[in-house]
C-alpha cells in the first residue's frame, strides 16, 4: 500500500466534513479530489478513469426523463389519486407510499422512483401539519429494499449481473423473497418507533377539516391543470420504452446508462420542451459529488487500501461456507453503508472470484449475499446508497433539511434488520443446497 497514507488522510477528512455538514457534500468531495491532484497523488486524466460514467449517465437520464414526465402532468395526476386513497391517514401515506415505492424501486430504479415519490409526500405532509422528515427518510430507505429484488432496481446489481452474467429472472427469483420479508418488517418497525406520528387524525376535527381542505385543493389544482395529453402520452410512451429496455437488456445489451440517457435525448427531441429549463430540475451536486466520491474511493482501490481490507478479513476466515457467506454479507453491508456501495461492489467482485476459487460455493449464494449487503447496506448512513443523497438533495429543495446524523439514527436500525433477516434466508438457502 505504498502511497497510500495521502489519499486515507483526505478520504477521512472529507468524509468528516460531509458528515458534520461543515461544507456542501459535493465541494467536500471535489476538494479532496482537488488536493489529490495538487500533491500529485494521481493524474487528471487517471482520476477521470475513476469515474464511473455508467452510474453518471444513468442519474442524468433518469433525471431528465423524470423531470420531462413531471411537465407533462403524470405525477400531478398520480398525486392526486394517492391523496385520496390515504383520506388523510398518516397511517395510510407511509404504507401507501411505501408500497408504490417498494415496486417502483424495484421495476423502475431506486433513485427515480424516489424523484416522483418525495416531492409528493412532502406536499401531503406539510399541507396536514406534519413532519415530513419520517415520511421522506422512510422512503428512501423502502427504496433501497425494493430496488434489492431485481437486476435494474439499485446500481450494485447492475454491476454484479452485468459483470457475473446473471439475468432478471435470477435476481427476482433469488432475491425477492427475503426482500419481501424484508419490507414488511421495516415497515412494521417504522410504525413501532414513531407511532406517536401515525396517530389518526378521525377525532380531531381540526385537522379533519385542514385535510379536507388540502385534499379539496390538491383536487381544484389537479382540475385547474391543463393536460397536454399528446405531450402526456410521449412522456409515459418513452418511460414505459426505458423500463421494457432495462427488463431486456440481455437481448439488447444495451447498458442501463446508455438506455436512460438515450431516450432522455428522444424525449428532449419529440417533446420540444425548453431544455435549458428541464436542465435546472437535474441535481447537478449530486452528480458531481457522485463524481468527486468515484475519484476519490478510485484512488484508495489503485493504492490497494480497500483490497487490503478486503483480503485480510475475507481469505482468513477459512473454508466453511457458512462463515464466509455471513462474512460477505455483513462486511458488504457495514462498508457500503459509509463507503458508496457502488465502488466497493466493483472492488469487491474480483475478491468473492477468488474466494469461490479456493471454496466453491453452490448457486451463486455468494452474490447473492454481496448483492444483498450491498444494497441493504446503503441504508446505514446518507452517503450509502445514491437513493439517499438524491432524497436528502431533493429534500432540502423543497425546505426539509435532514442532517446525516438524523438520517443515520434513523436508517441504521432498519439496516441491521434487514441484514438479520438477509442473514436467515441465506442460511437457509445454503442449507437446502449444500450437499
Not at 243 to 256: A, H, M, N, R, Y
Not at 355 to 363: G, K, R, S
Request: hydrophobic share 55%; aromatic share 10%; net charge neutral.
Amino acid at each position: 500500500m505504498e502511497g497510500a497514507l495521502i489519499p486515507i488522510v483526505v478520504f477521512v477528512i472529507v468524509y468528516a466534513l460531509i458528515s458534520f455538514e461543515l461544507v456542501n457534500k459535493a465541494v467536500a468531495a471535489l476538494l479532496g479530489v482537488m488536493v489529490l491532484l495538487v500533491l500529485h497523488v494521481v493524474s487528471e486524466h487517471k482520476a477521470v478513469e475513476f469515474i464511473d460514467f455508467e452510474t453518471i449517465m444513468l442519474l442524468l437520464g433518469m433525471m431528465s426523463i423524470v423531470a420531462i414526465v413531471r411537465k407533462s402532468g403524470f405525477f400531478t395526476i398520480l398525486s392526486v389519486k394517492i391523496a385520496e386513497l390515504t383520506k388523510g391517514s398518516p397511517l395510510k401515506i407511509l404504507v401507501l407510499f411505501s408500497i408504490v415505492t417498494a415496486v417502483l424501486s424495484a421495476f423502475l430504479d431506486n433513485v427515480t422512483t424516489v424523484l416522483i415519490i418525495v416531492p409528493i409526500v412532502i406536499e401531503l405532509t406539510r399541507g396536514m401539519g406534519l413532519d415530513p422528515k419520517v415520511y421522506v427518510i422512510s422512503q428512501a430507505v423502502i427504496s433501497n429494499v425494493g430496488g434489492t429484488a431485481t437486476l435494474i432496481g439499485d446500481p450494485p446489481n447492475i454491476i454484479i449481473g452485468s459483470k457475473v452474467g446473471l439475468t432478471f429472472n435470477q435476481f427476482l427469483f433469488n432475491m425477492s423473497p427475503p426482500i419481501i420479508v424484508c419490507f414488511v418488517v421495516v415497515l412494521f418497525y417504522i410504525w413501532l418507533a414513531n407511532r406517536g406520528k401515525f396517530k389518526p387524525i378521525d377525532t380531531n376535527l381540526g385537522k379533519l377539516f385542514s385535510v379536507q381542505l388540502l385534499l379539496e385543493k390538491i383536487r381544484y389544482e389537479f382540475l385547474a391543470t391543463k393536460i397536454d395529453r399528446v405531450f402526456l402520452f410521449k412522456s409515459l410512451g418513452c418511460l414505459i420504452v426505458t423500463i421494457l429496455l432495462f427488463v431486456t437488456q440481455t437481448i439488447t445489451k444495451l447498458s442501463p446508462g446508455v438506455v436512460a440517457l438515450l431516450m432522455a435525448m428522444v424525449l428532449f427531441v419529440i417533446t420540444r420542451v425548453n431544455v435549458e429549463h428541464m436542465l435546472e430540475e437535474i441535481e447537478w451536486s449530486t452528480l458531481l459529488f457522485f463524481a468527486g466520491l468515484f475519484i476519490l474511493v478510485g484512488v484508495l482501490e489503485e493504492k490497494g487500501v480497500i483490497e487490503w481490507i478486503a483480503r485480510n478479513i475475507f481469505l482468513q476466515v477459512g473454508d466453511n461456507p457458512y462463515v464466509i457467506v455471513l462474512m460477505v454479507l455483513w462486511v458488504s453491508g457495514i462498508v457500503s453503508g459509509f463507503l458508496d456501495n457502488i465502488p466497493f461492489t466493483i472492488t469487491m467482485i474480483p475478491i468473492v472470484r477468488l474466494i469461490l476459487e479456493t471454496t466453491p460455493i453452490p448457486h451463486n449464494i455468494l452474490w447473492w449475499a454481496l448483492s444483498l449487503g450491498a444494497c441493504l447496506g446503503g441504508n446505514f448512513t446518507m452517503i450509502g446508497a445514491s437513493a439517499n443523497i438524491v432524497t436528502v438533495g431533493m429534500a432540502k429543495r423543497y425546505r426539509v433539511d435532514i442532517s446525516f446524523l438524523q438520517f443515520m439514527k434513523f436508517s441504521a436500525v432498519i439496516t441491521i434488520i434487514t441484514l438479520i433477516i438477509s442473514s436467515i434466508y441465506l442460511m437457509i438457502y445454503l442449507r437446502l443446497t449444500l450437499p
